[in-house]
Nanobody, 122 residues
Framework: QVQLVESGGGLVQAGESLRLSCAAS????????MGWYRQAPGKQRELVAS????????NYADSVKGRFTISRDNAKNTVDLQMNSLKPEDTAVYYC???????????????WGQGTQVTVSS
């Protein structure tokens, strides 16, 4: 059993910052890629940022490059998303994602957090 628990969402004004955190727990053997996705009302879920395990290479959606920074702590099984210069169009539910191998599996599965609301007012 694996759980991803997110925290840090909220309501801010345009130009302000928020930091999202996600902690993975359970029978975890190893974690491959971790990332953050978001889904705005009436839109499809989209990748915001991702980070690999070993080399910690990062990938960002064009709309957040230069404003958001993803980081992870492999010892704590956590991934964070620092969001600066927030815009109203960043308003969405943000989901943590991780590709995890558990003690009962020989392969990786995708796991998701429950989502955290980020609302940016103009």
């Amino acid at each position: 059993q694996v759980q991803l628990v997110e925290s840090g969402g909220g309501l801010v004004q345009a130009g302000e910052s928020l930091r999202l955190s996600c902690a993975a727990s359970g029978s975890i053997v190893s974690i491959n890629n971790m990332g953050w996705y978001r889904q705005a009302p009436g839109k499809q879920r989209e990748l915001v940022a991702s980070i690999t395990s070993g080399t910690t290479r990062t990938n960002y959606a064009d709309s957040v490059k230069g404003r958001f920074t993803i980081s992870r702590d492999n010892a704590k099984n956590t991934v964070d998303l620092q969001m600066n210069s927030l815009k109203p169009e960043d308003t969405a539910v943000y989901y943590c994602n991780a590709r995890i191998r558990t003690s009962s599996r020989t392969y990786y599965n995708d796991y998701w957090g429950q989502g955290t609301q980020v609302t940016v007012s103009s």
